[in-house]
């Protein structure tokens, strides 16, 4: 199957758990405990003698120990500070402070009750760094080793992510407790997140890399908001909405929180995805509060991300349970048309989708303003590298140059993720740096997804695989306006038996009509090499992938692109797509029977050529074929350079065309 590194699927990434222990090996030795009464009974009877004793203890001092869970480890620390306790304990991860006991007479009996406020040591946290070793504070604070360690060796990598997420709700309620608006996304009536300049993290303009025409277009908007008056005294009209557009991972929401950062506001953000779930009216009653509350401390900004979930174009007559969306949407709308110029509040909004949104949400006033960010060009892509390859160790030989070229067609988030995959790999790997080796590396990965060495394959499958892959490689070597082959592999992975990558030389914006004619023969390059070298019956589903492609491509070609002269430039795709079949502002063309059947024909036609082709290239180079098969079956993987040797002797080579 061959890989166009625009299109492949991603590898999903893998987050690290806390794994549990390795199981032993298989053959390992292993105690064997047999289980017998008394294996069970003694450790039972040692712990009713030993809570008895405890309660017989408690009994004998008369002291009623009152514990408090919710108090929080910023409390203990700020009771600690003010004097507030006798004692604090501290075994292993958990905190015990005590007050002083009270005594009080009950029944005529002294009853003596002690106050024990009590948390868990979050566990990014050792307790030489919570400052309770002040040589001036009286509070006797006593460290005991943990007992129980060898007890619960086993269990602490599942105990360490229960206490951490303790420690989280312990930090985010100490965070709400303290006044709202106190830390990072805290979190306020409309639930969405804020960014306060003073408090968070700010994120500016340098944070987003590349970009550069996407950032002049915002800077206006950071002009604005520092100094609204200025605009106003030059009867300048002021911006309200300004949409975001293109692909997902492409910084829209960094670029959205750098112009906050650059403009020191507050920075309100909510995804639109948070309303499509809610009962009807909370959407409404949300926005309200989120327009409210960013007016209130203007001059800021309101992010509304994902906007396509609830913008989508209004389709008439299709079922109901679209009542939320509308409401929610009606309501940001009706809030924006309320704005006056006195309001120093910006709506700013991200999609991945325009060509959805309702015409609404566009009209002047609203989200008039768009700017369109697109897929980082080489440059580009050498400056995210660079702003994500800040932290991290690289070894001398990575070449960010290379690096930068074959990544084309990755967002910045995929090339952050690329990044961090590689330094998950040398952390596997115990490396102390990341490597070219493992750079490119992560970078199959992203683009192929993992090899699976597991997933064996016979002998008779390897051979096909084989013969199937240089297929593609000949048939595209022998084109002239096919991608150069970068790779080929018949390791398995990501449900595809091998891989055939081709990488284009540079970013390119179009895509001419002889490019795609020859990419069509190129991806039947795989089945034909099936059909000539192995018996007809013997072909298997291994190109089926292929086949998709190429017929979706065909399609686009005849219904999308006008590249057919008898069926016109004329789109009979677009709306289909959209499953709007009922009119309305973009309903579908309604295609005759008869541009139905000569769509078809057209398609089969175009699809048949190419197969034409491929077979004509690979019956006429059977032995060559062969050969680079048979070194493949060898090598498992072959670059670039090991597959043109086998070109070099021969002339009929065409020369590369990049149209
Ligand atoms: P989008 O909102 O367009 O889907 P994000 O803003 O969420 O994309 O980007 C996801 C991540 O990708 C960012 O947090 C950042 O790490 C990385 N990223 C994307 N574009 C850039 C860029 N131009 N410079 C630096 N990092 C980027
Ligand atoms: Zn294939
Ligand atoms: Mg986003």
């Known amino acids: 199957m061959p890989i166009d590194p625009k299109k492949a699927k991603k590898a999903p990434s893998k987050k690290l758990k806390n794994s549990k222990l390795p199981k032993l090996p298989n053959g390992a030795n292993i105690k064997v405990i047999q289980i017998t009464p008394r294996t069970f009974l003694i450790p039972l009877f040692l712990i009713l003698l030993f809570s008895s004793l405890i309660w017989v203890w408690n009994g004998y001092v008369g002291e009623k120990v009152h514990y408090n869970d919710n108090i929080g480890l910023n409390a203990i620390l700020s009771g600690y500070a003010s004097g507030t306790y006798e004692e604090i304990v501290v075994q292993g991860d958990t905190i015990e402070a005590k007050k002083k006991a009270i005594q009080n007479v009950v029944n005529n009996e002294i009853v003596s009750t002690r106050d024990v406020d009590r948390t868990i040591l979050p566990a990014n946290l050792s307790i030489g760094e919570i400052g309770l070793s002040d040589p001036k504070n009286p509070t006797k604070v006593s460290i005991k080793k943990e007992w129980w360690g060898s007890v619960l060796s086993e269990t602490i990598p599942s105990l360490l992510g229960t206490i951490l ?165 009606n309501q940001i709308l009706t809030e924006m048309d309320g704005f006056d110029n006195e309001t120093n509040v910006i709506v700013m909004a991200a999609t991945n989708r325009a060509d959805v949104l309702d015409k609404a949400l566009l009209r002047p006033g609203r989200f008039d303003r ?69 750079l490119q590396q992560s970078i199959e990965k992203v683009v192929m997804g993992n090899e699976k060495k ?56 179009y895509t001419s009509k002889a490019k795609y004619l020859d990419e069509l023969a190129t991806l039947y390059g795989g089945r034909v090499a099936e ?27 005849v219904m999308r692109f006008g590249f057919d002269s008898e069926v016109g430039a004329e789109n009979l795709a677009t709306e289909a797509a959209d499953g709007n079949f009922l009119g309305g502002d973009g309903g579908q063309k309604m295609i005759s029977e008869e541009t139905h059947r000569l769509i078809d024909a057209k398609v089969r036609l175009l699809l048949k050529d190419a197969y034409g082709v491929a077979t004509k290239i690979i019956s006429e180079n059977k032995s060559l074929h062969e050969k680079i098969a048979h070194e493949l079956l060898i090598k498992e993987e072959m670059l670039e350079d090991e597959f043109n040797v086998f070109f070099e002797w021969i002339d009929v080579v065409p020369q590369k065309v990049t149209m």
Not at 493 to 501: L, Q, S
Not at 531 to 557: C, H, K, L, P, V
């Open 531 to 557: 059909e000539i070298f192995f018996w007809n019956n013997y072909i298997t589903t291994g190109a089926s992938s292929d086949i998709e492609r190429a017929t979706q491509i065909a399609r686009s070609m």
């Open 370 to 438: 768009k700017v369109t960010i697109n897929l980082p060009t080489l440059q580009d892509r050498k400056e995210i590298l660079q702003v994500h390859a800040k932290w991290k160790p690289f070894a001398d030989d990575v070449n960010w140059e290379k690096i930068a070229s074959i990544t084309i067609g990755f967002s910045g988030a995929e090339l952050g993720n690329l990044l961090n995959e590689s330094a998950i790999l040398a952390w596997k790997k115990s490396a102390k740096s990341i490597t070219q080796a493992m």
């Open 165 to 329: 997420f303790i420690g989280f709700l312990i930090f985010m309620m100490s965070r709400m407790g303290g006044g709202g608006m106190g830390g990072p996304m805290a979190f306020i009536k409309s639930r969405a997140r804020i960014y306060d300049p003073e408090t968070d993290e700010k994120v500016t303009f340098a944070d987003v890399a590349g970009s550069d025409e996407e950032k002049s277009d915002l800077v206006e908007i950071v002009d604005f908001l520092k100094n609204p008056a200025k605009y106003k005294d030059l009867g300048a009209k002021i911006p309200r909405g300004i949409l975001l557009q293109w692909p997902p991972g492409t910084g829209k929401t960094l670029l959205a929180r750098a112009v906050a950062g650059e403009a020191e506001v507050p920075f309100f953000s909510i995804s639109g995805s948070e309303f499509v779930e809610m009962f009807v009216g909370v959407g409404a009653s949300r926005v309200r509060d989120l327009f409210a509350e960013a007016r209130e401390r203007s001059p800021s900004i309101i992010f509304i991300d994902e906007i396509d979930a609830i913008g989508k174009k209004r389709s008439p007559g299709i079922g109901g349970g679209h009542d939320e969306r509308e409401q929610t949407l």
């Open 454 to 509: 597991s997933l064996r394959m016979s002998e008779h499958e390897k051979k096909l695989t084989a013969i199937h892959e240089v297929g593609h490689a000949l048939v595209g070597k022998m084109l002239p306006h096919t991608d150069p082959v970068h790779k080929i592999s018949i390791l398995p992975r990501g449900g595809a038996g091998g891989v055939t990558w081709f990488l284009p030389e540079k970013d390119r914006t």
